[in-house]
């Protein structure tokens, strides 16, 4: 079961700063949350991900609260060219030093002109 | 030009037949996955692997088989046990640090009639 909660849909004007929420209360101490994007038949593309500090990257920037429970990723200048769907992911640590992400349905990012 | 390979971007296979869908790394990553996406949903894991010759089964590992002989390469079976196996596969590696990100491919569709 996906371990975060995402808005099916969000719309955005081209030029503007898209915000994209995600609450992930359930989440561990050591889970770090992840972004990916996917665009229509391509695989996912990872964007930017943060255990408890805000980050920023030439992409994005990803807001964490204070208690660990929500983020937000943050789109400062959205183009066309960023409408795809947004995962927001919970890494989660299993035995042996492997590692998951688990996905759930995600956030449809429209950027409309 | 680094990255990972899945061969090919379509494949079409009859009822009852086996098919094997190629995943390539030049990332000298040392774990790879495998998983399958559903129209409009997100990613399910399938198979894992850390090392060569070691793999894990994921959520849904049912119908398939994997390999891993060499480290650049982790070979997904779709087997004919498999009930429902027309949906989008992708292949993913990292080198398994603990908040080093997943890389992934752009995905195999594979259509049984």
């Known amino acids: 079961d996906a371990k975060t909660t995402q808005p099916p849909s969000m719309d955005c004007a081209e030029g503007r700063a898209a915000n994209l929420p995600c609450n992930h209360s359930?989440?561990?101490?050591?889970?770090?949350v992840y972004w990916y994007r996917q665009i229509h038949s391509q695989g996912p593309q990872y964007i930017i991900h943060?255990?408890?500090n805000n980050e920023t990257n030439e992409m994005a920037s990803l807001i964490i609260t204070e208690d660990r429970k929500s983020s937000t990723l943050i789109l400062p200048h959205a183009t066309l060219r960023d409408t795809a769907v947004y995962y927001c992911i919970v890494r989660v640590p299993l035995l042996g030093g492997y590692n998951k992400l688990i996905f759930g349905a995600g956030t449809r990012l429209a950027v409309h002109p | 030009d680094g990255g990972i390979t899945q061969s090919p971007k379509y494949l079409f296979r009859k009822e009852g037949q086996n098919v094997t869908l190629s995943c390539e790394q030049n990332?000298?990553?040392?774990?790879m996955y495998w998983y399958r996406q559903d129209p409009g949903q997100g990613l399910r894991l399938i198979y894992y692997?850390?090392?060569?010759?070691?793999?894990q089964k994921g959520d849904i590992a049912e119908g398939y088989s994997v390999s891993r002989e060499k480290k650049e390469s982790f070979p997904l079976t779709v087997t004919s046990a498999q009930k429902n196996p027309t949906a989008f596969y992708l292949c993913?590696?990292?080198?398994?640090?603990?908040?080093?990100?997943?890389?992934f491919g752009n995905g195999t569709r594979l259509t049984v009639t």
């Open positions: 692997s850390q090392i060569v010759n070691d793999f």
């Open positions: 993913a590696a990292t080198d398994n640090s603990y908040n080093s990100p997943l890389h």
């Open positions: 359930t989440i561990s101490g050591n889970e770090y």
């Open positions: 943060g255990l408890k």
């Open positions: 990332l000298n990553h040392d774990a």
